[in-house]
C-alpha cells in the first residue's frame, strides 16, 4: 500500500519555475516506479514524467528540456522540477506509482494522490 501527497504547485508568471514533491508513505517506495501527470479542464489527463526504480526517465514531448523528474528513495519523495513555465502547462499535476518499469507513459498506475494546482499567467 502506498499513500501519496503532493505539493508545490502555485501560481506563477510564464517563464518562471516551480517544484513539485510527491512524498511517498510505506516501506517499498523503492519498488515503485514514479509518475507525474496532469489534468487541464476539459482535458483528459496525460503523461508528464516518469523515472523507474533503477532512475531512468522519460518525458512528454512537450515538456522535454524544461521540467526535469527525480526521485529521492531515501526521503521516499518524487520531485518535477518545472522551468520555461507556459500557460499551456496549467493544470492540476498528480503523481501516481506503478510496478512495472517499461512503458511508464502508458503503464497501469495503482496508487494516485490528490493533486496540486498548478496556474501559468501569461
Known amino acids: 500500500q502506498v499513500q501519496l501527497v503532493e505539493s508545490g504547485g502555485g501560481l506563477v508568471q510564464a517563464g518562471g519555475s516551480l517544484r513539485l514533491s510527491c512524498a511517498a508513505s510505506?516501506?517499498?517506495?523503492?519498488?515503485?516506479?514514479m509518475g507525474w501527470f496532469r489534468q487541464a479542464p476539459g482535458r483528459e489527463r496525460e503523461f508528464v514524467a516518469a523515472v523507474s526504480r533503477s532512475g531512468s526517465t522519460n518525458y512528454a514531448n512537450s515538456v522535454k528540456g524544461r521540467f526535469t523528474i527525480s526521485r529521492d528513495d531515501a526521503e521516499k519523495t518524487v520531485y518535477l522540477q518545472m522551468n520555461s513555465l507556459e500557460p499551456e502547462d496549467t493544470a492540476v499535476y498528480y503523481c501516481g506509482a506503478t510496478s512495472t518499469s517499461y512503458n511508464l507513459s502508458g503503464a497501469r498506475y495503482g496508487y494516485w494522490g490528490q493533486g496540486t494546482q498548478v496556474t501559468v499567467s501569461s
Open positions: 510505506g516501506r517499498t517506495f523503492s519498488s515503485y516506479s
